[in-house]
C-alpha cells in the first residue's frame, strides 16, 4: 500500500514538474464590411481586448471579410495589425473565390503585405508558439467559388501527413475554417470527403485539437483518440464572441483544453 501511495505521490509530482501552460485566442466568422460600420467597430473593440488579454498568439479562422473584394480585405487587415502579438489568419469560403471576388493568390498576397507573420507561399502553413508545440493552419476552401463546403485536396493532405510525421515528438494543434466533426447536423455546410481527412490524423498521436469557425457556435468535442474538436462562434455575429483557448499539457500524452468565451463590448475594455 505504501508502495502504491509513493507511485501516486511520484507521478502526481511529476505532471506537476512537467505541466506548462499556453493561453491563445482564436477568432472565427468576422465578416468585416466597409459597407457596415458595425463591424469595423466590432472588430476595433477585438484587438483592443485582445491586446488587453495578452494571448501568445491569435488565429483568424477565415471569413474574416463578407465579400471578397480588395477594400475590405485591405481594411481589415489594417485593423488587425495593431495587435501587439503574433497573429495568423486561414482562409474562409467568403475571403476569396474567383468568380465575383479575389484570387486566393490575391487575398494571400495582401495577408504577406500587412502581416510578417503569413510569409508562406500557401493558405496552408506552420508556426510554432515555443519549442513543445506546432501549430498547423490548414485551407480547405474551394478556389474558384463561394462554396458552404469544405474540401481539402490531395496534396494539401500529403504535405499535411507529412508535416505530421516530421514533428512527431512535438503536440500539435490544427487551425482551419471546416470543422471535421461538426458541431450539430447541417448537411449544406458540412466539409466533403471528410473520409480522407480523417485517415490522415488516425495515423498520428500527436495531436491535440482541431479548431475551426463556419458553424458560428461554440461547442467542444473530444472524440475517441481525445483531440479536442473547437467549434467557435462568430464575431461577426450577436454576441460578437471571440474565444481565449488555456491548454494545460505536460510531457507525457496528456493534454486539457479549457474555453473562456469574450464577449466585444466597450464594458469589456474598461
Known amino acids: 500500500m505504501k508502495k502504491i501511495i509513493l507511485l501516486l505521490i511520484c507521478l502526481f509530482t511529476c505532471l506537476q ?8 485566442a482564436q477568432v472565427t466568422d468576422t465578416f468585416y464590411s466597409s459597407d457596415k460600420p458595425h463591424t469595423a467597430q466590432i472588430l476595433d473593440w477585438s484587438v483592443r481586448s485582445l491586446n488587453l488579454k495578452n494571448p501568445k498568439f491569435v ?3 477565415g471569413n474574416n471579410i463578407a465579400r471578397s473584394k480588395e477594400k475590405d480585405a485591405t481594411e481589415f487587415l489594417k485593423t488587425i495589425k495593431s495587435l501587439k502579438m503574433p497573429y495568423y489568419v486561414a482562409f474562409g469560403n467568403y475571403d476569396a473565390h474567383e468568380v465575383s471576388g479575389l484570387k486566393k493568390e490575391e487575398f494571400w498576397s495582401l495577408v504577406k503585405k500587412y502581416n510578417k507573420n503569413n510569409s508562406s507561399k500557401t493558405g496552408y502553413y506552420t508556426f510554432s508558439p515555443n ?8 485551407d480547405g ?3 474558384f467559388m463561394q462554396s458552404n463546403h469544405g474540401i481539402f485536396p490531395e496534396e494539401e493532405l500529403k504535405w499535411l501527413d507529412k508535416t505530421l510525421s516530421k514533428n512527431k515528438n512535438k ?13 450539430y447536423e447541417n448537411p449544406q455546410l458540412s466539409m466533403l470527403y471528410k473520409e480522407k481527412y480523417q485517415e490522415v490524423i488516425d495515423k498520428h ?3 491535440i485539437s482541431i479548431s475551426s469557425g463556419h458553424f458560428q457556435t461554440s ?21 460578437f464572441i471571440y474565444d481565449m483557448v488555456t491548454i494545460d499539457y505536460t510531457k ?11 464577449k466585444v463590448t466597450p464594458i469589456e475594455l474598461q
Open 252 to 262: 507525457l500524452p496528456f493534454s486539457k483544453v479549457k474555453i473562456n468565451e469574450i
Open 171 to 183: 503536440k500539435v494543434m490544427i487551425f482551419q475554417h471546416f470543422p471535421l466533426i461538426d458541431p
Open 131 to 138: 519549442r513543445d508545440i506546432l501549430c498547423i493552419v490548414l
Open 219 to 239: 461547442k467542444i468535442t473530444v472524440d475517441e483518440k481525445g483531440i479536442y474538436h473547437i467549434s467557435s462562434p462568430a464575431l461577426g455575429k450577436p454576441n
Open 205 to 207: 498521436k500527436n495531436i
Open 59 to 61: 488565429v483568424f479562422m
Open 17 to 24: 514538474a512537467n505541466a506548462k501552460q499556453l493561453k491563445f
Open 141 to 143: 476552401t474551394v478556389p
